[in-house]
């Protein structure tokens, strides 16, 4: 009994430890949103203000470079999820010799260091003249982040059972039926949450993003550029714009799940 109450204690304190060591970070960086001091910091306080959040509002290279990275980040998503999708299901049916050598090749822009992949990238579109912009950022991210989505949608093609495609072919559908209205809700909830995945690397992405950029300036590859010239804590309210964001859209999703288990169970 003993070593069970510490057993339950210790990863009591695992989990505190964790969400301290997660959380802590974004706790100053909110705070220093509001300290009355040009630099990003919480000590020394000099005042309570939100000053920053009109300087935020007021900064528009920063705004268009959020704009640039969600542009980017919503080509990726066009091109990657499709792609992810018709990889994994290429290797859930594929059943040849090959199929080891099939997986390694297409999980090897994972393996790659993002600066290889945009140095390599660049030289190679270069010689059908597309130069660096938005439409290379696209290319350059998808060649790995594909990969994500692929191994999201694979996971949840192992649990499928193909006797409901073979009963549904042999009832007269057709293929295209058969993967609308079966393997497609199934996989829906992988789909989505690639997406969200495939959406939040390619807006966070900097390695890759930085050699294909072109003068098209994303966020993350604008406030690396800041820090050498200087920090604002307007910054630290972008920052916390986006996690207060992030939190309710996770709240508001969580409420619908619990609605519709609720429903179902009802």
Not at 145 to 156: C, F, K, N, W
């Amino acid at each position: 009994m003993r070593s069970e109450t510490m057993l339950r204690w210790s990863i009591r304190f695992y989990i505190g430890v964790f969400f301290l060591y997660l959380f802590t970070p974004l706790i100053i960086m909110g705070l220093a949103t509001f300290n009355d001091s040009r630099f990003p910091t919480v000590s020394p306080w000099k005042g309570f203000t939100l000053k920053w959040f009109s300087a935020l509002a007021e900064d528009g290279a920063m705004w268009h470079a959020l704009w640039i990275s969600v542009i980017v980040a919503i080509g990726v998503l066009v091109v990657a999820v499709p792609i992810g999708i018709c990889c994994a299901l290429f290797l859930s049916t594929f059943q040849g010799r090959g199929k080891t050598f099939l997986y390694s090749l297409m999980m090897s822009p994972l393996l790659t260091p993002g600066v290889i992949v945009g140095i390599s990238t660049l030289i190679f579109w270069k010689g059908f003249s597309v130069s660096g912009g938005v439409m290379l950022t696209v290319i350059a991210q998808t060649t790995f982040i594909a990969a994500y989505v692929m191994l999201m949608v694979l996971a949840r093609l192992q649990r499928f059972d193909r006797t409901l495609e073979n009963a549904a072919l042999s009832l007269g559908a057709t293929q295209w039926q058969t993967f609308r209205r079966i393997l497609l809700p199934y996989l829906k909830p992988a789909i989505i949450s690639a997406a969200g995945i495939a959406f939040l690397q390619s807006f966070e992405n900097y390695n890759t993003t930085l050699f294909v950029k072109g003068y098209d300036t994303t966020l993350t590859v604008y406030i690396a550029s800041k820090v050498r010239t200087g920090l604002t804590p307007a910054v630290n309210a972008l920052g916390l714009v986006m996690i207060s964001i992030t939190v309710i859209l996770a709240i508001v999703y969580e409420i619908k799940r619990r609605r519709e288990q609720q429903s179902m169970s009802g």
